[in-house]
């Protein structure tokens, strides 16, 4: 199967700094989402994002399909961005198969 | 809406012991897939039932089953239980079709001693 490589695999920022996370296909992929997983364990939806770019407050997120990698940009963090972040793209069928995740920590 | 909700959240279970989860989707949801989270493999796919039909498996052993009613709420259940089984349980609803995307419930912690 298509491997989705994430980086970086841990990341700190202090408050009020920006990030940008990264997702590697190694094949095309279509459907791909974002996820932040908060400390209690669910996972919340970010984005839907085949392709293009979406913005959503301080996130947004940019895929290019044809260079098979997406980012996740995170501005002005805060202590509440904390968790980890997911990216995964749909199968054959419908299957979200995921990445391992960075995990963020933002320090107040 | 009404989000995706998973019950039980937490559960103690005995190695040889069965277990059942349930979860309701998202109304007008039509489909429910389940995903095992542990630290050692991440978030993997166990299956997913559309129009109470199992469309897609993982690769889990058969002691991992599951089923889908008619108004689209979703059980699954473990027998045999193994210490490895111990993991975040997460289910997820969705329309079925394009678009794909899934909506994801608060998960069941499953404990197994």
């Known amino acids: 199967g298509i491997q989705v490589e994430q980086s970086p695999p841990d990341l700190i920022l202090q408050e009020g700094a920006n990030s940008t996370l990264r997702c590697n296909f190694s094949?095309?992929?279509?459907?791909l989402q974002w996820f932040h997983q908060n400390p209690w364990g669910q996972l919340i939806n970010l984005f839907y994002?085949?392709?293009g770019t979406k913005q959503n407050g301080r996130l947004s997120a940019t895929t290019v399909a044809t260079e098979r990698y997406s980012l996740l940009y995170i501005s002005s963090s805060q202590t509440t961005d904390s968790g980890v972040y997911f990216c995964a793209y749909y199968n054959q069928g419908g299957k979200l198969i995921f990445g391992q995740g960075t995990e963020l920590s933002v320090k107040p | 809406k009404a989000g995706v909700t998973q019950t039980p959240r937490y559960l103690i279970k005995t190695r040889g012991q069965q277990v059942t989860l349930s979860c309701s989707p998202i109304s007008g949801h039509r489909s429910v897939s389940w995903y095992q989270q542990t630290p050692g493999q991440g978030l993997q796919f166990l299956f997913e039932y559309f129009s109470e039909t199992q469309r897609n498996k993982g690769n889990f052993p058969g002691r991992f089953s599951g089923r889908q009613f008619s108004n689209s709420r979703s059980e699954m259940n473990v027998s045999t239980l193994e210490l490895g089984d111990s993991a975040l349980y997460l289910c997820a609803s969705s329309l079925g079709g394009p678009p794909y995307e899934q909506y994801f419930g608060p998960g069941t912690r499953l404990t197994v001693t």
């Open positions: 094949d095309s992929v279509n459907n």
């Open positions: 994002i085949p392709s």
